[in-house]
């Protein structure tokens, strides 16, 4: 794949994660959560610093709650107990207005992250803009058109329908939907799943340009190797209820057998090889 200089992605993994950060530069802080459903506990004291500026990725086996734990953090979902804070912001005490702030500083990207299917993609892009601000109409249109072009797709898919993009395309829209006001944190749930290994890394290659350019914080759930190995700092992992962090060369040598198997499985060596 060709790749200017400018535009070639540097291996996160190579690189120091952010300075040790005070509780000051903390956007996200997890402290004893603990979710059940019925009878099954899904997290069982679960604790997790994101500081500003760094990309954690997010990983664990199928089931393990990585999706709740997202869905928790950006308050669709409560916790049974433990403290969410984000932005300084204490996500279950706050009252709706200080939600509601807060949630316009962030964007997400779901899993299933649907984009209206009778919307066009500008027309999804917009929808957050004409909700939380009262800039003027064409200015919301430009700066839909801004985003849908950081995105990297061509300026005719603003007029287009969802179903005439392809998948790949398709992320990229709900990425430049997430971005449209401007977020400090940006969510990600398994963005690159379903996407073929090329478009793949190009989608991690993008999230990593977007981040640096913007200073963005992201928190990515993903089970692709590559992508942890591209942009991650740092890497969370879902075992036994609970949150193991840390850069990947330290659970490349960490002995729990779950973290082994994924970091030096078929899969972990051969991203450690492109790496
Ligand atoms: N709303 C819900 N009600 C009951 N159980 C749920 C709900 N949401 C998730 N779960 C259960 O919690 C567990 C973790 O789900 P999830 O976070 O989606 O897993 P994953 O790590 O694959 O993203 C699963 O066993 C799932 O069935
Ligand atoms: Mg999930």
């Not at 950060?21 to 979710?35: H, K, S």
Request: charge should be neutral; charged fraction near 25%.
């Amino acid at each position: 794949m060709p790749s200017s200089p400018s535009s070639s992605p540097t291996s996160k993994s190579e690189a120091p994660p952010p300075a040790a950060a005070g509780t000051a530069d903390l956007v996200i802080r997890v402290r004893g959560l603990v979710t059940r459903f019925g009878r099954q506990t899904v997290h069982d004291g679960v604790d997790l610093d994101v500081r500003r500026g760094e990309v954690m990725g997010i990983v664990g086996g199928s089931g393990t709650g990585k999706s709740v734990l997202l869905k928790e953090i950006i308050g669709l979902m409560r916790a049974t107990a433990g403290r969410v804070e984000v932005l300084g912001v204490d996500m279950l005490a706050a009252d709706s207005a200080t939600r509601r702030a807060v949630q316009g500083r962030w964007g997400v990207l779901f899993q299933d992250g649907a984009l209206f299917s009778s919307m066009t993609v500008a027309e999804n892009v917009m929808v957050a803009l004409k909700e939380h601000t009262r800039l003027d109409p064409c200015l919301i249109q430009e700066l839909a058109r801004i985003k849908i072009s950081m995105v990297g797709l061509p300026p005719d898919s603003c007029a287009k329908y969802p179903s005439q993009l392809s998948g790949g395309m398709r992320k990229r829209a709900g990425l430049a939907r997430a971005l449209a006001l401007d977020p400090e944190i940006l969510f990600l749930d398994e963005p690159t799943a379903g996407l073929d290994p090329i478009g793949a890394a190009a989608f991690d290659e993008l999230i990593g340009t977007l981040q640096r350019s913007l200073g963005l914080t992201v928190v990515m759930v993903t089970h692709d190797l590559d992508s942890l190995y591209a942009i991650c700092d740092r890497i969370a992992v879902l075992v036994d209820r609970k949150i193991k962090v840390g850069t990947i060369d330290m659970l490349l040598a960490d002995p729990h057998p779950w973290i082994h198997d994924y970091f030096h499985g078929p899969r972990g060596r051969a991203a450690a090889v492109k790496r």
